[in-house]
């Protein structure tokens, strides 16, 4: 490791602590923070698989954000207050469909961008369609598998003004895909199944309002090393199509892949999790979003049958900050805040092997 990227990483918990920090509300003590009205799920109901949220806004409450269940076409506005949600209206973010019936985009990441023109985006999982009972026979529902992947390469982004319901100028670029199959370390885990270590992307976030980071649960390159594709948005949303991109691999922890990214100031904070199915421990990490390490902030207290699929940073207090962690298989993603205070500096490299 250089002596730059020591130094970089030996201030990533300094710049989380600053005068002046807010302490964590009483509500924070008492679990899940309620969802007022209804987080909108599978055919109406309420929500088990939230997988993503993103703010308009880092500082202060309330805030306008954008939450997305995995199984649906649609993202959803919500407020956010310090101690509860509400949920608003939604937004149509695709319109795929297989035989007359609507397909998901298996949305798993959500970011927003400051810049001029204020823009939600939202990230499909760019991999095979999830299929747990084997349902899906390689050959006899090959056609149905390329259109459940088609439909989940997708990244769809819109303009805001922040209120509630207020979403213009929808686009949506398959372009993605065509970065990832010009990585050589990716290209064979294209369209493979997740158990077999298959690509599919969790988490994104957008850095400097002009790049994209693409995080993956898997694949998880050596065992070890979780995968983050850096990607211009021109590139991706610009009539100009590249795919010229950076690939950084991310020591996570052995078989950990990222389960979501969240911008905080100049950071990129990350949710690492099990790559596999079925239970496993879940941390959060912080990174400068450049280099090839990661700061651990915290090792999350949870069961581990439970599944945190969305971070969203919260405030700074005077040890750290606090997050909102969101599970997919709670009701409403269970939204539960949670102080992070560092663990001190241990740093470390991902070999490229």
């Not at 509500?27 to 993503?52: C, H, Q, R, T, Y």
């Not at 795919?243 to 990129?268: E, K, M, Q, W, Y």
Request: net charge neutral.
């Amino acid at each position: 490791m250089t002596i730059a990227t020591t130094g970089r990483i030996a201030t990533l918990l300094l710049s989380l602590v600053v005068a002046g920090a807010v302490q964590p509300s009483p509500a924070a003590a008492d679990g899940a923070w309620p969802v007022k009205n209804k987080l909108i799920g599978e055919d109406g109901g309420k929500s088990k698989d939230v997988s993503g949220i993103a703010c308009t806004t880092t500082d202060g409450f309330p805030r306008s954000c954008l939450v997305i269940d995995d199984n649906l076409q649609d993202a959803q506005f919500i407020e956010l207050s310090d101690g509860k949600l509400v949920a608003g209206s939604s937004v149509k973010l695709i319109d795929n469909t297989f035989k007359g019936k609507a397909l998901e985009l298996d949305g798993e990441g959500v970011a927003f961008s400051k810049g001029e023109y204020r823009y939600y985006y939202v990230i499909g999982s760019h991999g095979h369609p999830r299929d747990k009972d084997h349902k899906l026979d390689p050959e006899k529902d090959a056609e149905k598998i390329r259109a459940k992947i088609a439909a989940s390469s997708q990244i769809v982004r819109f303009r805001t003004t922040g209120a509630d319901g207020n979403a213009a100028s929808l686009e949506r670029t398959g372009q993605l895909r065509e970065v990832i199959a010009a990585e050589p370390a990716l290209r064979g885990f294209m369209d493979v199944r997740l158990e077999k270590n298959g690509l599919t992307i969790e988490g994104m976030a957008i850095k400097g309002d002009r790049t994209l980071l693409a995080g993956f649960r898997g694949p998880v390159l050596n065992g070890k090393c979780a995968v983050v594709l850096s990607v211009e948005v021109a590139s991706l949303f610009g009539k100009a199509k590249s795919t010229d991109h950076r690939l950084h691999r991310l020591p996570l922890g052995d078989g950990r892949g990222v389960r979501d990214l969240a911008s905080f100031g100049d950071r990129i904070l990350v949710l690492a999790g099990p790559a596999a199915d079925g239970p496993g421990s879940y941390a959060v990490y912080a990174w400068d979003g450049a280099s090839d390490s990661v700061e651990l902030l915290k090792d999350l207290p949870f069961d581990p049958k439970r599944k945190p699929e969305g971070l969203l940073p919260l405030d700074k207090t005077a040890t750290g900050l606090r997050v909102l962690i969101l599970f997919d298989g709670d009701k409403e993603g269970a939204p539960t805040p949670i102080e992070i205070s560092g663990s001190g500096p241990q740093s470390s490299s991902c070999s490229t092997g």
